[in-house]
Every structure is written in C-alpha cells, then in structure tokens.
C-alpha cells in the first residue's frame, strides 16, 4: 500500500448517509461517510459483505441517489443532478469497469468498446481512432472482431477497461475487477489499473475483497457497517491517503 | 441509430431456436388469420360478383315456392325491363352428397344474355342452346371431374326426384378470376316437359326469374312496379336486386361467420400471448445489460426502443414470413379444394390486415418489457448479474 498523492481532492464527500427499506424496515448501508479522493489517486475500499462499499462506489459513480449529504465530483455536486442529468455527467465522466464484465454478447470487441462514444458528436471515424487507441492500450488489437463468447475472463475484463477508458473519464471505477479472473488474469488487470493511474493520471476507486489486488492500490479504505474506518478498525481521517 | 438498429436485430436472433419458434408461431397465426379473413371473404364472394342491374323475382312467402311460367310476358313488359329469364333450383346429387356442386334448370338464351360472364366458345354455345338435353358446366367442375364434351352426366334429383342425364355440351370459363365456375346449367325445357309426364302439377312453374334492368338505377322502381303487378294474386312476389337475393343467403349462415372471424381473432390473441411471453422472458434475462447501458450512459428511451424494437422486429418477422406462406397455402387450398371455392386468392387489403396483427402482437409483447427495460434502476439492474 503506497501513500497518497498531494493533488487537490477530484471526489468530495461530505455527511453522506445511505439506507435501504425492506418491507417497514428501514435498513441503513452508510452513516455520515466524509472523506476525499485526490485528484489521480488509486483507492481501494474493502470491506466485508453488506459493508456498503458497493453502495458508496456506486453513490460515487452517480447511479444511485443518497439519502443525505454531497458528493462533488471535479466540483459537481451530482447529489443535485437529475436522472437525465447524471446520465450525461456519468457518460462523459466516469468509466465503469466490473466483476462481471458487463459486456454485450452480441457485439464484437470493438463494438462494445465504441457503445458510450455513441452518445458522442463524434464521426465514425473519429470513433474508430477512439476505439483502435483503447483496444491497443490494453493490447486486444488482434482481437477487435472476437464477440466476448470468444474471449478469455482476462481479455473480456481488458476489453470492459478499454470501453472505460475510451471516452476519457476523469475516473474509473471498479467493483471487484478481479473477482471473476484466475490469479495470472488479475495481476494482469491491476497492471494495467495501475499504469492508467500512473501514466494517464485517472482516478480509479476500486471495490475489492482481494487483499492482492488492495496491495496495488496506493490507498485502502475500509467500511465497516457503513461507517468508514482505517485498517484498525478506528475512524478514518477524512482525507484519502493522510 | 443505425447501431441501436444493429444491436436489436441481433438481440432479436439471439437465442435462436426460441426466436425462430416464435417467428414460426406467429407466422402460422398470420397464415390461419389471412386464410379465415379470407374464407369469409369468399362467404360474400357471391355478393360481390352481383351485378347491380339483375334483379331476382321471387315468391313472397319463400323460395321454395315456385311462381307459374305465365309471370314472365307480364314481368317484361314492365318499363325500364330489358331481358327476363328465370329457372329452377335442381338440387341434383352426383354421386353422394359429399359432391356438392350448385345445378340449376334455366332458359338458356336469356339466361346467357343475362350473365355475359360466363363465357362459352360460339361452337358450344350452339350445340348446348341446340340439344334439350345438353348441359354446360364451369371449367374448375369439370377438371374436378375431368369431364369432356360429349359426356354423360347423371344427377339424381331430390327436389324432382329419379335419374336424370344430361350430354355435357359446353364448358364456359369466368370472366374474373372469382366468377363462379362450379354450376351445372340445363334446359329448364327439359325439366318442365318431364314433369308434364311425371308429376304434371308441378310442370309450367319456375322457382325464379331473372332480370335486367336498362340502367341500375332503374332498380328500385322497377322492382316495386313487378311486386306490384302480383300484389293480391295467388302468388305474390319479391323482388330484390341480386346482391340483395345473394346477401338473404349470406345471413343464413351468419352464425357460421360470425364463428370463423372469431376464431380467426382467437388466434392472434394467442400468440400475442405466447409472444408476450417470450418478450418478457428475454427482457427479464437482459435486465443487467439494460443497467450496463444505463451506466454508461443511455437513457430510458434509449433501452425502450431497444426492447421494443426487438419485439417489432421479431413479429414483424413472423407476420413477413406469414404473409410469404399465405400465397402458397391459398393456391393450395385453391387447387386442391376447387370444388368449395370459387377462387382462394388473397386479397390487399388482407395482406394488410395480417401486417397490421403482426404489428400488433409486436407492440402489444413489447410493452411491459419496454416499460419495465425502461424504467429499471441500475443498481437493481446490475445485482441481476452472476
């Protein structure tokens, strides 16, 4: 686990507080959560099931709504967005990548890499370039027409990474990217997590139980029913990676 | 769009044994659908194929009561009345009942002038008006039986009942496509001069006449001036244009009609059942695609028409395929159950009716799954995964 970076905060997080209702129960997933990410950083939230992590990265990414507090995001407040509203930020701003993949089976490698440019004003072949430049980052150029069917775990998670990355989001986030992948897949993904962050300066957040791919991270963060804390269980500083 | 349309039709094809199954389905729906439409069609096929300047006389009380010979100078001399004919319901059977074909007794020379349409070469024109004996017949009966000129034909009458033979003398073809080419006409002579022997109190009586008017809008006031004529005698008449005539025959069998055009609805209401079911099985499958697009940005309307297209692209394939196989099952039919129909064909406006139930099966399927492809949040959508 490396320390973090001294860039200004990208993710703002301020009193946040999340539950759900089951039934007449009002069920709550996250308490009054305050923490920022650095601009550029690479976190890793672990925690066990039902700590809410999952729920955080995805009040972070803008697909679900919380019940109190504010996320800014490169000083968006997206807690005020609406539905259609957080669709655009989410197409331009954040790259999803996740465990399952996510890929349409019905379209090659290529075609699922240019599905979010599509709500672009790019021409097609501007597109193309896009496409061709993210598929050769993560190195599936003699790939391009395979459908994901045809694909390994690793090069259908690679192929998930370049549709993230395509549009050129600030951020990526990432709900257990190696939860699906044998070990040598994995160390693969986090590889080339890592020189995102490295050398294209994104922001990743990543979801994970996996110790191994935590250690990649420069910051780990922990939730524990819902509240976050550092590594020995004490209420964490507010500010990632101090 | 041109990709959104990419992504539907192979969605569409993406199970392809459960999309061809209701590919297949909904097109047998379209074919059953066209082919009743069809069917009750042909049941006013007679109406259709009436002249608006014949008129029918008949008795007033029924028509199976005659009316005597003697009404037919009375009848032309009503102004605005160019020919008179007239004729006899024979009810012959040939064979058994199961070889049902219509065979009447009529005054040949008016009786052809009255239907130009059924066409006789001169030659057998001739030999027919010529021989008391002699019969005519539509083509499709007689390639039904493959009877040839010269032949006998025998009928056992039921209404004038013993064996009667006729020499078949001519076959006439229709004019249209639809003219009826399955009767049997004969000399109504020839029937009046044997019941003169057999059964001389049914002789000098015709069943019905025939007229044409000068010009069809004549036919009112002609048929109240013939109506007049026998009002207060023995046998008083009716007289109604022959769509009218034809149109009484219809509404007999109206329950039957009414049977088959609800059968005919049944069985798109079933598939749009069936398809429903198939549309809400695929997007209930999908649902963690619909939230992946979501995530990345795609709208409501975006995984709408995405659903939506996919069921119109999968009925429309079914009611495409339907349309395609109604032609042949219709020329089927028609060769094969000549002797029931005048002509099978398939009309324009019920090739637009299967499309437009194909339409709807499509869009009645693809609601539910739209709206709920559509309206799915992404964090549900996306537990759906794994």
């Keep these: 686990m490396g320390m973090g970076n001294n860039k200004p905060p990208i993710v703002e997080i301020a009193h946040l507080s999340k539950s759900y209702r089951r039934g007449s129960q009002t069920i709550p997933v996250l308490e009054d959560i305050t923490f920022d990410i650095a601009d550029g950083e690479f976190l890793a939230l672990m925690g066990p099931s039902g700590s809410g992590?999952?729920?955080?990265?995805?009040?972070?990414?803008?697909?679900?709504?919380?019940?109190r507090g504010t996320i800014r995001v490169g000083g968006v407040d997206i807690?005020?967005?609406?539905?259609?509203?957080?669709?655009?930020?989410?197409?331009?701003?954040?790259?999803?990548?996740?465990?399952?993949?996510?890929?349409?089976?019905v379209l090659t490698a290529f075609e699922n890499v240019e599905l979010p440019l599509l709500l672009t004003d790019l021409s097609r072949s501007e597109r193309r370039e896009h496409v061709e430049l993210a598929l050769q980052l993560v190195g599936l150029t003699d790939r391009v027409d395979h459908y994901p069917a045809q694909l390994s775990g690793g090069q259908q998670q690679r192929v998930a990474i370049a549709r993230a990355v395509v549009s050129d989001p600030a951020i990526l986030v990432a709900d257990e990217p190696t939860g699906d992948l044998d070990r040598v897949s994995a160390g693969e993904i986090l590889q080339l997590m890592d020189r995102l962050v490295r050398e294209f300066d994104k922001t990743?957040?990543?979801?994970?139980?996996?110790?191994?791919?935590?250690?990649?991270?420069?910051?780990?963060r922990h939730l524990e029913k819902g509240i976050l804390t550092d590594i020995d269980g004490q209420p964490a500083s507010p500010v990632a990676g101090s | 769009m041109m990709f959104l349309l990419k992504l539907i039709i192979r969605n569409a094809f993406r199970h392809k044994l459960r999309s061809i199954l209701t590919v297949v389905g909904i097109a047998i729906a379209i074919i059953a659908?066209?082919?009743?439409?069809?069917?009750?069609?042909?049941?006013?096929?007679?109406?259709?194929?009436?002249?608006?300047?014949?008129?029918?006389?008949?008795?007033?009380?029924?028509?199976?009561?005659?009316?005597?010979?003697s009404y037919k100078d009375r009848i032309r001399q009503v102004p605005g009345v160019k020919t008179v004919s007239y004729g006899n319901?024979?009810?012959?059977?040939?064979?058994?009942?199961?070889?049902?074909?219509?065979?009447?007794?009529?005054?040949?020379?008016?009786?052809?002038?009255?239907?130009?349409?059924?066409?006789?070469?001169?030659?057998?024109k001739d030999a027919f008006l010529r021989d008391r004996k002699g019969c005519i017949v539509g083509k499709r009966l007689a390639d039904t039986y493959g009877w040839k000129i010269g032949d006998l034909i025998t009928l056992r009458g039921t209404i004038f009942p013993g064996q009667w033979e006729f020499v078949l003398r001519g076959i006439y073809r229709g004019a249209e496509k639809g003219t009826e080419e399955r009767a049997l006409f004969f000399h109504w002579d020839y029937l009046n001069e044997t019941l003169r022997k057999t059964m001389p109190r049914r002789a000098d009586q015709v069943g019905f006449y025939m007229i044409t008017v000068e010009r069809p809008e004549l036919a009112a006031e002609v048929s109240q001036a013939v109506d007049a004529i026998f009002k207060n005698s023995l046998a008083e008449t009716l007289?109604?244009?022959?769509?009218?005539?034809?149109?009484?025959?219809v509404a007999m069998t109206e329950a039957i009609l009414v049977a088959i055009q609800i059968v005919s609805y049944v069985v798109i209401v079933i598939i749009m059942v069936v398809a429903a079911n198939t549309m809400a099985m695929t997007a209930r499958e999908r649902i963690a695609e619909y939230a992946t697009m979501k995530t990345l940005g795609f709208g409501g309307w975006h995984?709408?028409?995405?659903?939506?297209?996919?069921?119109?692209?999968?009925?429309?394939?079914?009611?495409?395929?339907?349309?395609?196989l109604t032609f042949p099952a219709a020329h089927w039919i028609e060769v094969e159950l000549a002797q029931f129909f005048p002509a099978f064909s398939i009309a324009p406006l019920t090739i637009g009716l299967d499309l437009l139930a194909a339409l709807a099966v499509g869009v009645t399927a693809g609601i539910f799954p739209t709206w709920r492809g559509a309206t799915i949040g992404i964090a549900e959508g996306l537990r759906r995964i794994g």
Excluded at chain 2, 42 to 58: D, I, K, M, P
């Design chain 2, 33 to 69: 659908f066209g082919l009743l439409s069809t069917l009750v069609g042909l049941w006013y096929h007679g109406v259709e194929a009436s002249s608006a300047s014949r008129l029918v006389t008949r008795n007033a009380i029924s028509l199976i009561f005659p009316l005597p010979l």
């Design chain 1, 53 to 67: 992590k999952s729920t955080l990265l995805n009040l972070i990414a803008g697909i679900d709504k919380a019940d």
């Design chain 2, 239 to 249: 007289t109604e244009t022959e769509k009218a005539f034809q149109l009484g025959f």
């Design chain 1, 79 to 105: 807690t005020t967005l609406s539905d259609k509203e957080l669709a655009t930020w989410r197409s331009a701003n954040v790259g999803f990548i996740f465990q399952f993949y996510n890929l349409m089976p």
């Design chain 1, 204 to 220: 990743i957040i990543m979801v994970t139980h996996d110790p191994r791919a935590a250690e990649k991270a420069r910051i780990i």
């Design chain 2, 303 to 324: 995984i709408a028409g995405i659903v939506f297209g996919e069921s119109l692209v999968i009925a429309l394939s079914g009611g495409l395929l339907g349309v395609a």
């Design chain 2, 89 to 124: 319901w024979f009810g012959g059977i040939y064979i058994d009942e199961k070889h049902f074909f219509a065979n009447e007794a009529i005054e040949p020379k008016s009786f052809l002038e009255l239907y130009p349409e059924f066409i006789l070469t001169p030659e057998q």
